[in-house]
């Protein structure tokens, strides 16, 4: 199995909603992170979870609440968002945060902030 | 001055020609390079990966790297209306970091 699954694929929420976003993997990979893509640019690195502990958190607002309850799932909570937060939500994994590999990523989810 | 940067595009060849993608980066230090194809939509895929200095050839690819010049290059032979997509360098150090990404168009 070499696929990094991420549920929804599309999710449309209002302002004062919460909601959360799935990503799971079964490669035996040690890192996870969430990466953030708005249209016509680069992915933009969010999170990093390495063995299951937030490693990196690039500055990203607290409306945004990574978990990641074991190995192979980690969730991506969201309370309060506004409409410029819609984008393409990624999920990736490595076998380590320090591998100097490159990334596999899910499918994504499609976030639209109403 | 971004961390990674590539040819702004869009690029167009015609079928069947050599498409050349470019990517400059500008820590020396950095050791592992990556070019990821993302169609419009979809998530990115990893096509190639390159960590010393030369070329590295996968079917219809060529990775191309050259430390000294801090350059890594992707080649696309015989290029096919469906290598039409987003072509984005990597370089990982100690975290994926991602150039702008180049818009290749291969027209019929």
Redesign the interface.
């Known amino acids: 199995d070499t696929e990094v699954t991420q549920t929804p694929k599309h999710l449309v929420m209002g302002m004062t909603n919460k909601k959360s976003l799935k990503c799971e993997q079964h490669m035996g990979h040690r890192a996870m992170?969430w990466y953030k893509q708005k249209a016509k640019?680069?992915?933009e690195?969010m999170f990093?979870y390495s063995y299951e502990k937030l490693s990196?958190n690039e500055s990203v607002p607290s409306r945004f609440s990574p978990e990641c309850p074991n190995s192979s799932l980690l969730n991506l909570h969201l309370h309060a968002l506004q409409p410029e937060d819609s984008a393409?939500y990624?999920c990736?994994s490595s076998s380590g945060?320090?591998s100097?590999?490159?990334?596999?990523?899910?499918?994504?989810t499609r976030l639209t902030v109403v | 001055q971004k961390e990674v940067e590539q040819n702004s595009g869009p690029l167009s060849v015609p079928e069947g020609a050599i498409a050349s993608l470019n990517c400059t980066y500008s820590d020396r230090g950095s050791q592992s390079f990556f070019w990821y194809r993302q169609y419009s939509g979809k998530s990115p895929e990893l096509i190639m990966s390159i960590y010393s200095n030369g070329d590295k050839e996968d079917g219809r690819f060529t990775a191309q790297l050259n430390k000294a010049s801090q350059y890594v290059s992707l080649l696309i032979r015989d290029s096919q209306p469906s290598d039409s997509a987003t072509y984005l360098c990597a370089v990982n150090r100690g975290k994926l970091i991602f150039g702008q990404g180049t818009e290749l168009s291969v027209k019929p």
């Open positions: 992170y640019k680069p992915p690195l990093v990196i393409l990624l990736a945060e320090g100097g590999e490159g990334y596999t990523f899910g499918s994504g």
